[in-house]
Protein backbone atom coordinates (compact mmCIF):
# COMPACT_ATOMS: atom_id res chain seq x y z
CA UNK A 1 0.00 0.00 0.00
CA UNK A 2 1.35 3.40 -1.00
CA UNK A 3 2.15 6.02 1.88
CA UNK A 4 -0.51 8.45 0.30
CA UNK A 5 -2.91 5.48 0.76
CA UNK A 6 -1.83 5.09 4.14
CA UNK A 7 -1.94 8.93 5.46
CA UNK A 8 -5.34 8.93 3.97
CA UNK A 9 -6.40 5.92 6.07
CA UNK A 10 -4.37 6.90 9.22
CA UNK A 11 -6.45 10.61 9.54
CA UNK A 12 -8.73 11.55 6.77
CA UNK A 13 -12.78 10.94 7.27
CA UNK A 14 -13.79 12.28 4.30
CA UNK A 15 -16.46 11.98 1.90
CA UNK A 16 -14.18 11.23 -0.85
CA UNK A 17 -13.12 7.54 -2.08
CA UNK A 18 -9.70 7.28 -0.33
CA UNK A 19 -8.53 4.72 -3.27
CA UNK A 20 -9.67 7.22 -5.90
CA UNK A 21 -7.56 10.35 -4.17
CA UNK A 22 -4.32 8.13 -3.63
CA UNK A 23 -4.03 6.69 -7.07
CA UNK A 24 -4.24 10.25 -8.28
CA UNK A 25 -1.97 11.70 -5.71
CA UNK A 26 0.55 8.59 -6.27
CA UNK A 27 0.32 9.06 -10.14
CA UNK A 28 0.56 12.86 -10.38
CA UNK A 29 3.57 12.44 -7.83
CA UNK A 30 5.06 9.77 -10.76
CA UNK A 31 4.03 11.84 -13.62
CA UNK A 32 6.43 14.38 -11.64
CA UNK A 33 9.04 12.29 -11.64
CA UNK A 34 9.03 10.83 -15.12
CA UNK A 35 8.82 14.39 -16.84
CA UNK A 36 11.43 15.64 -14.63
CA UNK A 37 13.73 11.85 -15.50
CA UNK A 38 12.47 12.47 -19.48
CA UNK A 39 13.95 15.89 -19.56
CA UNK A 40 17.26 14.88 -18.28
CA UNK A 41 16.92 11.86 -20.73
CA UNK A 42 15.72 14.32 -23.90
CA UNK A 43 19.14 16.44 -22.78
CA UNK A 44 21.48 13.42 -23.41
CA UNK A 45 20.06 12.67 -27.17
CA UNK A 46 21.83 13.00 -30.16
CA UNK A 47 18.93 14.77 -31.69
CA UNK A 48 18.26 16.94 -28.85
CA UNK A 49 17.60 20.25 -30.95
CA UNK A 50 14.37 17.94 -32.29
CA UNK A 51 13.22 17.57 -28.50
CA UNK A 52 12.50 20.95 -28.10
CA UNK A 53 8.83 20.92 -27.80
CA UNK A 54 9.25 17.51 -25.86
CA UNK A 55 11.44 18.99 -23.25
CA UNK A 56 9.13 22.28 -22.74
CA UNK A 57 6.03 20.48 -22.43
CA UNK A 58 7.83 17.84 -20.13
CA UNK A 59 9.13 21.06 -17.87
CA UNK A 60 5.93 22.13 -17.55
CA UNK A 61 4.47 18.97 -16.69
CA UNK A 62 6.48 18.52 -13.80
CA UNK A 63 5.89 21.48 -12.01
CA UNK A 64 1.77 21.67 -12.33
CA UNK A 65 2.32 18.08 -11.45
CA UNK A 66 4.63 18.79 -8.38
CA UNK A 67 2.30 21.57 -7.47
CA UNK A 68 -0.93 19.61 -8.11
CA UNK A 69 0.35 16.15 -5.83
CA UNK A 70 0.73 18.85 -2.55
CA UNK A 71 -2.96 21.22 -3.62
CA UNK A 72 -4.31 17.45 -3.80
CA UNK A 73 -2.87 16.23 -0.53
CA UNK A 74 -4.96 18.51 1.48
CA UNK A 75 -8.52 19.27 2.72
CA UNK A 76 -8.66 22.30 0.97
CA UNK A 77 -8.38 21.02 -2.03
CA UNK A 78 -11.86 19.45 -1.85
CA UNK A 79 -13.29 21.66 0.47
CA UNK A 80 -12.51 25.15 -1.24
CA UNK A 81 -13.34 23.90 -4.81
CA UNK A 82 -9.94 24.99 -6.14
CA UNK A 83 -8.75 21.59 -6.66
CA UNK A 84 -11.15 20.62 -9.62
CA UNK A 85 -10.05 23.63 -12.00
CA UNK A 86 -6.68 22.72 -11.17
CA UNK A 87 -7.25 19.11 -11.83
CA UNK A 88 -8.50 20.02 -15.13
CA UNK A 89 -5.45 22.38 -16.19
CA UNK A 90 -2.88 19.41 -14.69
CA UNK A 91 -5.24 16.60 -17.15
CA UNK A 92 -4.91 18.58 -20.00
CA UNK A 93 -0.71 19.38 -19.37
CA UNK A 94 -0.84 15.41 -18.90
CA UNK A 95 -3.05 14.90 -22.20
CA UNK A 96 -0.44 17.04 -24.26
CA UNK A 97 2.90 15.66 -22.73
CA UNK A 98 1.47 12.40 -23.47
CA UNK A 99 0.91 12.54 -27.01
CA UNK A 100 4.22 14.88 -27.73
CA UNK A 101 6.10 12.08 -26.27
CA UNK A 102 3.93 9.28 -28.04
CA UNK A 103 5.31 10.80 -31.36
CA UNK A 104 8.93 10.20 -29.89
CA UNK A 105 8.80 6.94 -28.22
CA UNK A 106 9.09 5.05 -31.11
CA UNK A 107 12.86 6.34 -31.40
CA UNK A 108 13.54 6.95 -27.86
CA UNK A 109 12.53 4.23 -25.38
CA UNK A 110 12.47 7.11 -22.30
CA UNK A 111 9.13 8.90 -24.44
CA UNK A 112 7.92 6.01 -24.41
CA UNK A 113 7.70 5.28 -20.24
CA UNK A 114 6.88 9.06 -19.99
CA UNK A 115 4.37 8.56 -22.12
CA UNK A 116 2.70 5.95 -19.72
CA UNK A 117 3.15 7.76 -16.83
CA UNK A 118 1.39 11.38 -18.28
CA UNK A 119 -1.70 8.71 -19.39
CA UNK A 120 -2.01 7.39 -16.47
CA UNK A 121 -2.07 10.97 -14.71
CA UNK A 122 -4.70 11.87 -16.70
CA UNK A 123 -7.04 9.23 -16.45
CA UNK A 124 -6.43 9.53 -12.41
CA UNK A 125 -7.09 12.92 -12.91
CA UNK A 126 -9.98 12.22 -14.75
CA UNK A 127 -11.21 9.51 -11.90
CA UNK A 128 -11.04 12.32 -9.37
CA UNK A 129 -12.76 14.80 -10.96
CA UNK A 130 -15.49 12.26 -11.97
CA UNK A 131 -15.78 11.37 -7.95
CA UNK A 132 -15.68 14.86 -7.35
CA UNK A 133 -18.76 15.26 -9.76
CA UNK A 134 -20.43 12.32 -8.13
CA UNK A 135 -20.10 13.83 -4.61
CA UNK A 136 -21.58 17.26 -5.74
CA UNK A 137 -24.85 15.70 -7.04
CA UNK A 138 -25.27 13.17 -4.00
CA UNK A 139 -25.12 16.72 -1.99
CA UNK A 140 -27.91 18.19 -4.56
CA UNK A 141 -30.07 15.15 -3.83
CA UNK B 1 15.21 46.15 -13.23
CA UNK B 2 14.14 42.97 -12.07
CA UNK B 3 15.74 39.77 -13.51
CA UNK B 4 12.87 38.43 -14.98
CA UNK B 5 12.47 41.55 -16.80
CA UNK B 6 16.08 41.37 -17.60
CA UNK B 7 16.10 37.82 -19.08
CA UNK B 8 12.73 38.69 -21.08
CA UNK B 9 15.03 41.74 -23.03
CA UNK B 10 17.68 39.31 -23.43
CA UNK B 11 15.87 36.65 -25.35
CA UNK B 12 12.49 36.48 -25.80
CA UNK B 13 10.85 38.24 -29.17
CA UNK B 14 7.17 37.18 -28.46
CA UNK B 15 3.90 39.41 -29.23
CA UNK B 16 3.38 39.37 -25.36
CA UNK B 17 3.93 42.94 -23.58
CA UNK B 18 7.10 42.21 -21.68
CA UNK B 19 6.48 44.29 -19.00
CA UNK B 20 3.13 42.66 -18.02
CA UNK B 21 4.64 39.52 -18.18
CA UNK B 22 7.50 40.29 -16.00
CA UNK B 23 5.27 41.66 -13.52
CA UNK B 24 3.10 38.41 -13.44
CA UNK B 25 6.40 36.78 -12.86
CA UNK B 26 7.93 38.72 -10.14
CA UNK B 27 4.57 38.88 -8.17
CA UNK B 28 3.96 35.06 -8.33
CA UNK B 29 7.66 34.70 -7.55
CA UNK B 30 7.02 37.40 -4.12
CA UNK B 31 3.59 35.92 -3.41
CA UNK B 32 4.91 32.18 -2.92
CA UNK B 33 7.44 33.54 -0.86
CA UNK B 34 5.29 35.80 1.26
CA UNK B 35 2.61 32.68 1.29
CA UNK B 36 5.93 30.31 2.72
CA UNK B 37 6.86 33.14 5.23
CA UNK B 38 2.89 33.72 5.91
CA UNK B 39 2.70 29.41 7.40
CA UNK B 40 6.00 30.20 9.39
CA UNK B 41 4.54 33.28 10.84
CA UNK B 42 1.05 31.58 11.98
CA UNK B 43 2.59 28.89 13.48
CA UNK B 44 4.63 31.10 15.79
CA UNK B 45 0.91 32.88 16.88
CA UNK B 46 -0.56 31.74 20.23
CA UNK B 47 -3.64 31.19 18.94
CA UNK B 48 -1.91 29.04 16.39
CA UNK B 49 -5.61 27.04 16.51
CA UNK B 50 -7.51 29.66 14.62
CA UNK B 51 -5.45 30.38 11.68
CA UNK B 52 -5.78 26.65 10.31
CA UNK B 53 -8.19 27.65 7.13
CA UNK B 54 -5.75 30.50 6.57
CA UNK B 55 -2.26 28.18 6.92
CA UNK B 56 -3.85 25.59 4.71
CA UNK B 57 -4.64 28.31 1.91
CA UNK B 58 -0.97 29.67 2.14
CA UNK B 59 0.05 26.47 1.43
CA UNK B 60 -1.88 26.22 -1.32
CA UNK B 61 -1.11 29.53 -2.56
CA UNK B 62 2.62 29.10 -2.20
CA UNK B 63 2.71 25.57 -4.56
CA UNK B 64 0.67 27.09 -7.20
CA UNK B 65 2.00 30.30 -7.11
CA UNK B 66 5.79 28.62 -7.97
CA UNK B 67 4.79 26.33 -10.27
CA UNK B 68 2.95 28.76 -12.42
CA UNK B 69 6.02 31.72 -12.30
CA UNK B 70 7.77 28.72 -14.01
CA UNK B 71 5.51 27.95 -16.39
CA UNK B 72 4.58 31.82 -17.44
CA UNK B 73 8.70 31.75 -17.21
CA UNK B 74 8.56 29.41 -20.34
CA UNK B 75 7.69 29.83 -23.74
CA UNK B 76 4.91 27.06 -23.92
CA UNK B 77 2.64 29.33 -21.79
CA UNK B 78 1.77 31.28 -24.67
CA UNK B 79 2.18 28.36 -27.31
CA UNK B 80 0.44 25.80 -25.85
CA UNK B 81 -2.24 28.04 -24.53
CA UNK B 82 -2.54 25.73 -21.02
CA UNK B 83 -0.72 29.13 -19.15
CA UNK B 84 -4.66 30.57 -19.37
CA UNK B 85 -6.42 28.28 -17.40
CA UNK B 86 -3.76 27.79 -14.66
CA UNK B 87 -3.12 31.50 -14.41
CA UNK B 88 -6.92 31.45 -14.02
CA UNK B 89 -6.74 29.28 -11.01
CA UNK B 90 -3.83 31.17 -9.48
CA UNK B 91 -5.61 34.07 -9.71
CA UNK B 92 -8.59 32.48 -7.78
CA UNK B 93 -6.65 31.06 -5.07
CA UNK B 94 -4.56 34.24 -4.44
CA UNK B 95 -8.09 35.91 -4.32
CA UNK B 96 -9.13 33.34 -1.57
CA UNK B 97 -6.32 33.27 0.27
CA UNK B 98 -6.23 37.39 0.33
CA UNK B 99 -9.65 36.89 1.91
CA UNK B 100 -8.44 34.96 4.54
CA UNK B 101 -5.58 36.81 5.38
CA UNK B 102 -7.37 40.25 5.37
CA UNK B 103 -9.49 38.43 8.16
CA UNK B 104 -6.64 38.09 10.18
CA UNK B 105 -4.25 41.33 9.36
CA UNK B 106 -5.57 43.33 12.19
CA UNK B 107 -4.53 41.34 14.64
CA UNK B 108 -1.83 39.64 12.43
CA UNK B 109 0.63 42.13 11.16
CA UNK B 110 2.20 39.39 8.95
CA UNK B 111 -0.86 38.35 7.41
CA UNK B 112 -1.67 41.79 6.05
CA UNK B 113 1.63 41.92 4.38
CA UNK B 114 0.70 38.45 2.83
CA UNK B 115 -3.03 39.96 1.64
CA UNK B 116 -1.04 42.70 -0.08
CA UNK B 117 1.34 40.21 -1.70
CA UNK B 118 -1.63 37.83 -2.80
CA UNK B 119 -3.64 40.79 -4.00
CA UNK B 120 -0.78 42.27 -6.35
CA UNK B 121 -0.64 38.79 -7.55
CA UNK B 122 -4.26 38.40 -8.30
CA UNK B 123 -4.09 41.43 -10.43
CA UNK B 124 -1.07 40.66 -11.77
CA UNK B 125 -2.70 37.43 -13.32
CA UNK B 126 -5.89 39.28 -14.24
CA UNK B 127 -3.76 41.84 -16.13
CA UNK B 128 -1.71 38.84 -18.07
CA UNK B 129 -4.98 37.17 -18.99
CA UNK B 130 -6.07 40.19 -20.07
CA UNK B 131 -2.84 40.50 -22.41
CA UNK B 132 -3.72 37.35 -23.48
CA UNK B 133 -6.99 38.47 -24.84
CA UNK B 134 -5.76 41.31 -26.30
CA UNK B 135 -3.19 38.94 -28.11
CA UNK B 136 -6.19 36.56 -29.50
CA UNK B 137 -8.31 39.23 -30.76
CA UNK B 138 -5.80 40.78 -32.90
CA UNK B 139 -4.72 37.44 -33.81
CA UNK B 140 -8.35 36.75 -35.80
CA UNK B 141 -8.76 40.59 -37.13
CA UNK C 1 8.18 -2.04 -11.63
CA UNK C 2 8.43 1.61 -10.94
CA UNK C 3 8.50 4.91 -13.65
CA UNK C 4 12.01 5.73 -11.69
CA UNK C 5 13.31 2.59 -12.55
CA UNK C 6 11.65 2.47 -16.05
CA UNK C 7 13.22 5.57 -16.78
CA UNK C 8 16.30 4.53 -15.63
CA UNK C 9 16.57 1.05 -17.90
CA UNK C 10 15.32 3.30 -20.72
CA UNK C 11 17.93 5.44 -21.45
CA UNK C 12 21.03 5.82 -18.91
CA UNK C 13 23.96 4.52 -19.25
CA UNK C 14 26.06 4.94 -15.76
CA UNK C 15 27.94 3.63 -13.65
CA UNK C 16 25.29 4.22 -10.70
CA UNK C 17 23.68 0.97 -9.83
CA UNK C 18 20.17 2.01 -11.45
CA UNK C 19 18.23 -0.19 -8.21
CA UNK C 20 19.85 1.79 -5.98
CA UNK C 21 19.19 5.28 -7.66
CA UNK C 22 15.60 3.84 -8.34
CA UNK C 23 14.94 3.11 -4.70
CA UNK C 24 16.54 6.45 -3.82
CA UNK C 25 14.19 8.27 -6.13
CA UNK C 26 11.29 6.66 -5.15
CA UNK C 27 11.65 7.06 -1.32
CA UNK C 28 12.35 10.42 -2.11
CA UNK C 29 9.55 11.42 -3.88
CA UNK C 30 7.15 9.16 -1.48
CA UNK C 31 8.82 11.32 1.69
CA UNK C 32 7.96 14.70 0.01
CA UNK C 33 4.16 13.31 -0.58
CA UNK C 34 4.39 11.62 2.96
CA UNK C 35 5.50 14.93 5.19
CA UNK C 36 2.80 17.22 2.82
CA UNK C 37 0.30 15.00 3.68
CA UNK C 38 1.24 15.08 7.07
CA UNK C 39 1.34 18.93 7.29
CA UNK C 40 -2.30 18.37 6.80
CA UNK C 41 -2.92 16.09 8.79
CA UNK C 42 -1.07 17.84 11.70
CA UNK C 43 -3.53 21.00 11.24
CA UNK C 44 -6.69 18.81 11.83
CA UNK C 45 -5.43 17.60 14.92
CA UNK C 46 -7.06 19.26 17.83
CA UNK C 47 -3.61 19.29 19.63
CA UNK C 48 -2.14 21.19 16.97
CA UNK C 49 -0.51 24.01 19.37
CA UNK C 50 1.59 21.20 20.65
CA UNK C 51 2.95 19.86 16.71
CA UNK C 52 4.66 23.21 15.58
CA UNK C 53 7.74 21.64 15.55
CA UNK C 54 6.90 18.78 13.99
CA UNK C 55 4.56 21.07 10.82
CA UNK C 56 7.98 22.79 10.59
CA UNK C 57 10.18 19.85 10.31
CA UNK C 58 7.84 18.08 8.07
CA UNK C 59 7.74 21.71 5.74
CA UNK C 60 11.63 21.41 5.62
CA UNK C 61 11.30 18.13 4.88
CA UNK C 62 9.01 17.83 2.11
CA UNK C 63 10.58 20.96 -0.02
CA UNK C 64 14.37 19.26 0.35
CA UNK C 65 13.04 15.83 0.08
CA UNK C 66 10.95 17.67 -3.75
CA UNK C 67 14.43 19.41 -4.84
CA UNK C 68 16.87 16.37 -4.01
CA UNK C 69 13.96 13.93 -5.89
CA UNK C 70 14.95 16.25 -8.99
CA UNK C 71 18.33 16.93 -8.27
CA UNK C 72 19.11 12.84 -8.23
CA UNK C 73 16.76 12.40 -11.69
CA UNK C 74 19.60 14.27 -13.20
CA UNK C 75 22.70 12.66 -14.79
CA UNK C 76 24.37 16.32 -13.15
CA UNK C 77 23.82 14.60 -9.80
CA UNK C 78 26.61 12.65 -10.34
CA UNK C 79 28.73 14.16 -12.84
CA UNK C 80 28.90 17.46 -10.77
CA UNK C 81 29.64 15.83 -7.15
CA UNK C 82 27.20 18.72 -5.48
CA UNK C 83 24.81 15.51 -5.31
CA UNK C 84 26.67 13.91 -2.53
CA UNK C 85 26.16 17.10 0.02
CA UNK C 86 22.58 17.52 -0.66
CA UNK C 87 22.25 14.06 -0.27
CA UNK C 88 23.79 14.13 3.06
CA UNK C 89 21.52 17.62 3.90
CA UNK C 90 18.01 15.20 2.83
CA UNK C 91 19.59 12.26 4.99
CA UNK C 92 20.38 14.63 8.26
CA UNK C 93 16.66 16.16 7.68
CA UNK C 94 14.92 12.86 7.32
CA UNK C 95 16.45 11.83 10.54
CA UNK C 96 15.21 15.01 12.38
CA UNK C 97 12.03 14.84 10.79
CA UNK C 98 11.35 10.76 11.38
CA UNK C 99 12.54 11.78 15.46
CA UNK C 100 10.13 14.12 15.62
CA UNK C 101 7.24 12.08 14.25
CA UNK C 102 7.98 9.50 15.81
CA UNK C 103 7.37 11.27 19.39
CA UNK C 104 3.86 11.90 18.38
CA UNK C 105 2.89 8.79 16.90
CA UNK C 106 1.73 7.11 19.45
CA UNK C 107 -1.32 9.61 19.72
CA UNK C 108 -1.16 10.24 15.77
CA UNK C 109 -1.44 7.86 13.82
CA UNK C 110 -0.29 9.78 10.31
CA UNK C 111 2.80 10.93 12.28
CA UNK C 112 3.84 6.94 12.80
CA UNK C 113 3.40 6.54 8.79
CA UNK C 114 5.21 9.55 8.01
CA UNK C 115 8.10 8.67 10.35
CA UNK C 116 8.39 5.44 8.32
CA UNK C 117 8.20 7.41 4.94
CA UNK C 118 11.34 9.66 6.41
CA UNK C 119 12.99 6.53 7.86
CA UNK C 120 13.47 4.56 4.41
CA UNK C 121 14.48 7.44 2.86
CA UNK C 122 16.73 8.23 5.09
CA UNK C 123 18.25 4.63 4.65
CA UNK C 124 18.03 5.12 0.72
CA UNK C 125 19.76 8.32 0.93
CA UNK C 126 22.45 6.58 2.63
CA UNK C 127 22.79 4.00 0.79
CA UNK C 128 22.88 6.09 -2.39
CA UNK C 129 25.54 7.58 -0.59
CA UNK C 130 27.62 4.67 -0.38
CA UNK C 131 27.37 4.03 -3.88
CA UNK C 132 28.65 7.05 -4.64
CA UNK C 133 31.75 5.95 -2.31
CA UNK C 134 31.63 2.96 -3.48
CA UNK C 135 32.46 4.17 -7.69
CA UNK C 136 34.85 6.77 -5.97
CA UNK C 137 37.26 4.09 -5.05
CA UNK C 138 36.54 2.00 -7.96
CA UNK C 139 37.92 4.84 -10.03
CA UNK C 140 41.42 5.42 -8.24
CA UNK C 141 41.95 1.47 -8.23
CA UNK D 1 11.19 47.09 0.55
CA UNK D 2 10.65 43.47 -0.49
CA UNK D 3 7.78 41.34 0.53
CA UNK D 4 10.75 39.16 2.51
CA UNK D 5 11.77 41.83 4.70
CA UNK D 6 8.41 43.54 5.26
CA UNK D 7 7.47 39.80 6.47
CA UNK D 8 10.57 39.38 8.39
CA UNK D 9 9.88 42.84 10.19
CA UNK D 10 6.21 41.88 10.72
CA UNK D 11 6.64 38.56 13.33
CA UNK D 12 10.02 37.64 13.83
CA UNK D 13 12.14 38.34 17.15
CA UNK D 14 14.83 36.44 16.36
CA UNK D 15 18.51 37.09 16.27
CA UNK D 16 19.56 36.68 13.19
CA UNK D 17 19.84 40.18 10.79
CA UNK D 18 16.91 40.87 8.78
CA UNK D 19 18.63 42.39 6.23
CA UNK D 20 20.98 39.87 5.84
CA UNK D 21 18.42 37.00 5.89
CA UNK D 22 16.06 39.24 3.39
CA UNK D 23 18.71 39.93 1.15
CA UNK D 24 19.11 35.83 1.04
CA UNK D 25 15.22 34.82 0.19
CA UNK D 26 15.33 37.65 -2.67
CA UNK D 27 18.40 36.31 -4.16
CA UNK D 28 17.45 32.91 -3.88
CA UNK D 29 13.82 33.57 -4.95
CA UNK D 30 15.51 35.60 -7.93
CA UNK D 31 17.89 33.18 -8.90
CA UNK D 32 15.31 30.49 -8.75
CA UNK D 33 13.19 31.94 -11.93
CA UNK D 34 16.50 33.18 -13.73
CA UNK D 35 17.64 29.96 -14.07
CA UNK D 36 14.10 28.60 -15.19
CA UNK D 37 14.20 31.54 -17.88
CA UNK D 38 17.78 30.35 -18.56
CA UNK D 39 16.86 27.20 -19.51
CA UNK D 40 13.84 28.19 -21.42
CA UNK D 41 16.19 30.52 -23.48
CA UNK D 42 18.52 28.05 -24.41
CA UNK D 43 16.30 25.63 -25.44
CA UNK D 44 15.33 28.19 -27.95
CA UNK D 45 19.43 28.91 -29.21
CA UNK D 46 20.20 27.48 -32.19
CA UNK D 47 23.11 25.47 -31.28
CA UNK D 48 21.11 23.87 -28.33
CA UNK D 49 23.63 20.81 -28.96
CA UNK D 50 26.18 22.74 -27.03
CA UNK D 51 24.17 23.99 -24.07
CA UNK D 52 23.84 21.21 -22.45
CA UNK D 53 25.77 21.27 -19.84
CA UNK D 54 24.26 25.13 -18.74
CA UNK D 55 20.78 23.25 -18.95
CA UNK D 56 21.11 20.71 -16.83
CA UNK D 57 23.23 23.26 -14.17
CA UNK D 58 20.25 25.66 -14.40
CA UNK D 59 17.68 22.92 -14.13
CA UNK D 60 19.35 21.86 -10.76
CA UNK D 61 19.88 25.57 -9.25
CA UNK D 62 16.57 26.85 -9.89
CA UNK D 63 15.21 23.19 -7.64
CA UNK D 64 17.80 23.45 -4.70
CA UNK D 65 17.06 27.45 -4.67
CA UNK D 66 13.19 27.08 -4.82
CA UNK D 67 13.89 24.56 -1.43
CA UNK D 68 16.43 26.73 0.01
CA UNK D 69 14.01 30.02 -0.62
CA UNK D 70 11.29 28.11 1.88
CA UNK D 71 13.71 26.58 4.11
CA UNK D 72 15.48 29.93 4.85
CA UNK D 73 12.04 31.49 5.13
CA UNK D 74 11.32 28.68 8.12
CA UNK D 75 12.59 29.58 11.52
CA UNK D 76 13.99 25.89 11.37
CA UNK D 77 16.55 26.67 9.42
CA UNK D 78 17.99 28.68 11.97
CA UNK D 79 17.22 26.84 14.74
CA UNK D 80 18.15 23.10 13.71
CA UNK D 81 21.00 23.95 12.18
CA UNK D 82 20.32 22.37 8.84
CA UNK D 83 20.06 25.34 7.28
CA UNK D 84 24.14 25.94 7.25
CA UNK D 85 24.69 22.85 5.01
CA UNK D 86 22.10 23.25 2.57
CA UNK D 87 22.69 26.81 2.04
CA UNK D 88 26.45 26.08 1.74
CA UNK D 89 25.29 23.46 -0.84
CA UNK D 90 23.18 25.95 -2.37
CA UNK D 91 26.05 28.68 -3.09
CA UNK D 92 28.28 25.56 -4.00
CA UNK D 93 25.62 24.94 -6.80
CA UNK D 94 25.34 28.61 -7.89
CA UNK D 95 29.01 28.98 -8.40
CA UNK D 96 28.62 26.05 -10.86
CA UNK D 97 26.06 27.11 -12.76
CA UNK D 98 27.38 30.78 -12.77
CA UNK D 99 30.92 30.17 -14.59
CA UNK D 100 28.63 27.67 -16.84
CA UNK D 101 26.76 30.62 -17.56
CA UNK D 102 29.57 32.97 -18.07
CA UNK D 103 31.40 30.68 -20.39
CA UNK D 104 28.23 31.50 -22.46
CA UNK D 105 27.23 35.04 -22.15
CA UNK D 106 29.33 36.44 -24.49
CA UNK D 107 27.30 34.70 -27.03
CA UNK D 108 24.02 34.60 -25.44
CA UNK D 109 22.86 37.34 -23.33
CA UNK D 110 20.45 35.29 -21.18
CA UNK D 111 23.37 33.48 -20.28
CA UNK D 112 24.77 36.60 -19.21
CA UNK D 113 21.63 38.04 -17.30
CA UNK D 114 21.42 34.24 -15.13
CA UNK D 115 25.32 34.27 -14.79
CA UNK D 116 24.35 37.68 -12.31
CA UNK D 117 21.80 35.77 -10.67
CA UNK D 118 23.78 33.12 -9.72
CA UNK D 119 26.84 35.34 -8.41
CA UNK D 120 24.46 37.54 -6.61
CA UNK D 121 22.84 34.51 -4.87
CA UNK D 122 26.06 32.69 -4.24
CA UNK D 123 27.06 36.15 -2.56
CA UNK D 124 24.15 36.36 -0.61
CA UNK D 125 24.57 32.33 0.44
CA UNK D 126 28.10 33.58 1.65
CA UNK D 127 26.66 36.61 3.57
CA UNK D 128 23.59 34.74 5.46
CA UNK D 129 26.47 31.83 6.51
CA UNK D 130 28.93 34.73 7.99
CA UNK D 131 25.62 35.82 9.97
CA UNK D 132 25.19 32.49 11.32
CA UNK D 133 29.26 32.04 12.25
CA UNK D 134 28.81 35.70 14.20
CA UNK D 135 25.53 34.60 15.74
CA UNK D 136 27.74 30.72 16.83
CA UNK D 137 30.42 32.89 18.17
CA UNK D 138 28.37 35.14 20.14
CA UNK D 139 26.53 32.69 22.26
CA UNK D 140 29.75 31.06 22.64
CA UNK D 141 30.70 34.31 24.71
Same mark, same amino acid.
Given at each position: M??A =? ?7 A???D *??V?? @?A?? *??S?C?? @? ?11 A?? @?S??KC?R? $??? $???? $?????R?AS? =???Y???F ?8 ? @? ?13 P?H??C??C??? $? ?8 D?L ?12
Amino acid at each position: MSYA =KQMLESYRASAID *ANVLA @AAID *ALSDCAQ @ACTANVDADLGDADV @ASMIKCLRL $CLD $CADV $CTATTRVASR =KTAYEEGFARPLIEVCA @AICARCGDECERHAPMHPHCGVCEQA $CRRCEQACRDLLAEYSRLATARLT
